[in-house]
């Protein structure tokens, strides 16, 4: 069947198996969800938060990709129908984990994610890299964090997706409001992805042999894809919410049932 792996794996928040209304439309439609509960997390406490933190940070990658593997290995999920998903730190994993084992996935959709943490982390300016800074170590006065995130950063370690086989279709959106991951983050992302990640080939005209690579700005729209940053959505701000969605079920949906040439 069609899976869907989701991730989050930071500052301790646990990934609860709670009903989740957009998923929805996936289950009807006979998918899987999966969730990866991966160091950084807090499944199963402290030690196992701290684990996947600071310079710690890669075991995140690692943990989420050894959950698509088993999944894999066990004949429980085909990577011609596995997807991946992740909402602004787990979008980090994602990305990653997209650099590094491309061939496991056939879409992935990433949500306001925080792929450009070394650019952030450089920036003080910005309104959270102060308190961000036990999160993910401090490039500005060492030397090795710098290094530790621009090795796994998926900004800065794409490489090109185009060969023999063909890499995932990417769906990534962003908010204009959004104060917690901007919107040049992944706005930059996407760009490289297009000029050195194997993704420049137009779209229009395609006959499903293409990996897609979409992206859904909405500027008015926070971190929740609500009418602030910091605001879920509700009653008054609900509708970019569910077209974000919306968006996403129907991008997974049709790309997790077009086999690639």
């Known amino acids: 069947p069609p899976t869907l792996v ?6 301790g928040v646990s990934l609860e198996p709670e009903f989740r209304l957009e998923d929805v439309p996936l289950l009807l439609r006979g998918w899987v ?32 990709l050894s959950c698509t593997r088993f999944l894999l290995d066990k004949g429980w999920a085909s990577s011609s129908r ?6 602004s730190a787990g979008g980090l994993v994602v990305g990653a ?9 056939r879409a992935a959709a990433l949500h306001v994610p925080f792929v450009d943490p070394l650019s952030a982390m450089l920036s003080p300016d910005l309104p959270l890299t102060g308190v961000e800074i036990s999160e993910w170590g401090n490039p500005l006065s060492s030397a090795a964090s710098y ?3 621009r090795k796994y950063a998926p900004y800065d370690n794409i490489h090109d997706m185009s060969g023999d086989q063909p890499g995932p279709s990417i769906l990534v959106t962003a908010g204009g ?11 930059r992302w996407v760009a490289r992805l297009r000029s050195t990640g194997g993704y420049n080939v137009p779209v229009p005209g395609d006959t499903g042999c293409t990996p897609k690579l979409l992206f859904y700005p909405q500027m008015n ?3 929740f894809h609500a009418a602030s940053s910091e605001s879920k959505a509700g009653p008054d701000n609900g509708g970019d919410f569910i077209s974000a969605q919306a968006l996403r079920n129907a991008f997974l949906i049709s790309e997790t049932s077009t086999i690639l040439c």
């Open 6 to 11: 989701r991730v989050y794996g930071s500052y």
């Open 33 to 64: 969800i999966a969730l990866a509960h991966v160091r950084g997390g807090g499944e199963l406490g402290r030690e196992w938060y701290a684990a996947g933190k600071g310079a710690s940070k890669i075991n995140s990658i690692t943990d989420y």
């Open 82 to 87: 596995l997807a991946a998903t992740g909402v």
């Open 97 to 105: 984990a997209l650099n590094i084992s491309p061939e496991y996935f």
């Open 147 to 149: 290094t530790t995130i």
């Open 177 to 187: 409001l959004d104060q917690r991951v901007s919107v040049w983050q992944p706005a």
């Open 221 to 223: 729209a926070g971190h």
